[in-house]
């Protein structure tokens, strides 16, 4: 999410022990598999833990308590990364910031596997997601400080960088998902941190190996300004405990609240961009460019991140899970999309280099990912009010296929041009923007999963499908305007 002013030069050949790449990206690899695991582990047995009854083992709390938390906290996840970059700008570096978050996220893995009850959800949930939210926005900032700005292994250390997340995302909910419906869920929490725990220890082990360059703070705070950060801190944790003791937040309202942060920050984050005098008006104009693709992107991600709510939930009583006779745990969904990502990543990578600048521009990616989501969620409808268990795996798999490729059009996509349409003097804010729609979209995610009854499901995913076409097939309309006001950009 930031990236340092100053680019290392390139590691000596001597140090190319990992897949021709740096040493150190090994390191940074493992806490990200490993963080990405525990998280993914973690997340894919939260709903079901919060939603199942206490005799099941679960807390027993109402579906839309549950699916409600779990959207809030996804969206928590991503708003934090603004913290977590602000942090390594201003005072600490973005190494120094990643190891600490990954020892925030071990202390939230154990409170989830060790506390029982909500206190254990409560200080599990907070913790993981300030961390891994900082870790984040680290752990790509790291990465690049390992290679010189013209070293040509840089796409491909990237490449193998990705490739850990998704390892990580595959095998989490396969392990944690085993464990929890075998002998239990803090079992399934207990691995999960035993993952973290294993990721913070070699991660430690090879702090040494990074680059002076990850611990840059790029634009150091004012020691003058010290006692102001913390008296906002302090009074920010003051009002959020007020709000809670008094009521105003609640469990059965927390994903509309995260909403309505995640929205203040956005207009602040525009406002502030788009009226600065650092930016010219072409740069200006790019911003405003965003705007569609920013709507857009909510929209993709509010029906994405259902993977972790209704999905949850939906697998558990309408999905067949049989194979062979054997059933498989509900969590083992989630190691779908991550295969999708692994195989189909590099296909349209090729694709976009193939095809050079006769490739669709980026408004255009973004009306078919968005639409194609639509189009994902429609496709429930066929086997929607059915009995109990009668979804078959196969059914689903292609739906998650259909996830894949509308995130493939999407998501990475979307990253990139966030990239090129930053204003020069405010890089970093402008891709907190980008994280904002994924964490606008999560918590929405959470907050329509209210309306989902498993006994009348088709005005449900006939309505979020609609919805979802509907904005795809405007920004398709819209694509030539929008090109215009990206000034060159594509």
């Known amino acids: 999410m930031m990236h340092s002013s100053h680019e290392s030069p390139a590691p000596p050949a001597a140090t190319k022990t990992f897949f021709g790449q740096p040493r150190a990206l090994a390191n940074i690899f493992g806490v990200e598999m490993w963080e990405r695991f525990s998280f993914y582990g973690m997340q894919g047995i939260l709903a079901i833990y919060l939603h199942f009854s206490v005799v099941d083992g679960g807390l027993g709390m109402d579906q839309q308590v549950a699916l409600g938390i779990v959207g809030a906290y996804g969206g928590a996840v991503y708003l934090s990364t603004i ?14 910031v990643l190891f600490g978050s990954a020892a925030v996220i071990v202390a939230g893995h154990l409170a989830l596997a060790l506390i029982p009850g909500p206190a254990g959800v409560a200080i599990g949930l907070i913790l993981v997601a300030l961390g891994s939210g900082d870790l984040k926005a680290t752990a790509t900032a790291v990465v690049g400080t390992l290679y010189a700005a013209d070293d040509t292994r840089r796409d491909a250390g990237f490449s193998l960088f990705y490739l850990g997340i998704n390892l990580g995302s595959f095998f989490g909910p396969i ?81 509309g609240v995260v909403i309505i942060v995640v929205i203040a920050a956005t207009l602040a984050y525009f406002t502030f961009i788009t ?103 429609l496709l429930f409808l066929p086997v929607a009010n059915g009995a109990d268990h009668t979804t078959p795996l196969l059914l689903l798999v292609l739906i998650l296929l259909v996830f894949t490729i509308a995130e493939l059009l999407l998501s990475p996509v979307g990253l990139s041009v966030t990239t090129k349409l930053a204003p020069a003097a405010l890089h970093t804010q402008m891709i907190a923007l980008f994280y904002l729609s994924i964490s606008l979209g999560t918590a929405v995610a959470g907050w329509v999963a209210q309306f989902y009854d498993p006994t009348n499901e088709v005005p449900y995913f006939a309505l979020l499908g609609a919805i979802a076409i509907g904005i795809g097939v405007l920004v398709l309309i819209s694509a030539k305007p929008i090109l215009k006001l990206m000034k060159g950009v594509r």
């Open 83 to 96: 913290v977590g970059a602000w942090i390594a700008d201003r005072l600490f570096g973005a190494e120094r």
């Open 275 to 377: 009226t600065s005098r650092k930016i010219t008006t072409v740069e200006r104009s790019r911003v405003f460019a965003f705007v569609p693709l920013f709507i857009a992107s909510v929209a993709f991600w509010s029906l994405y991140q259902q993977q972790f709510t209704v999905l949850v939930l939906y697998s558990d009583v309408r999905l067949n899970r049989s194979l062979f006779g054997w059933e498989m745990p509900v969590s083992w969904v989630n190691s779908i999309n991550p295969v999708f990502i692994v195989i189909l990543a590099g296909v349209f990578a090729a694709l976009w280099t193939k095809l050079g600048t006769r490739q669709p521009s980026t408004p255009v990616k973004f009306a078919l990912g968005t639409a194609l989501m639509g189009v994902a969620i």
């Open 175 to 255: 392990l944690t998902g085993l464990l929890q419906s075998r002998v239990g869920f803090h079992w399934g929490f207990g691995v999960a941190a035993l993952g973290m725990i294993a990721g913070l220890i070699q991660y430690s082990i090879g702090r040494k190996n990074l680059p002076d360059e990850a611990r840059t703070v790029s634009n150091p705070l004012p020691k003058s300004k010290y006692p102001l950060i913390a008296g906002l801190v302090l009074a920010a944790i003051a009002a959020t405990i007020a709000l809670i003791m008094t009521d105003v937040i609640r469990a059965d309202n927390l994903s």
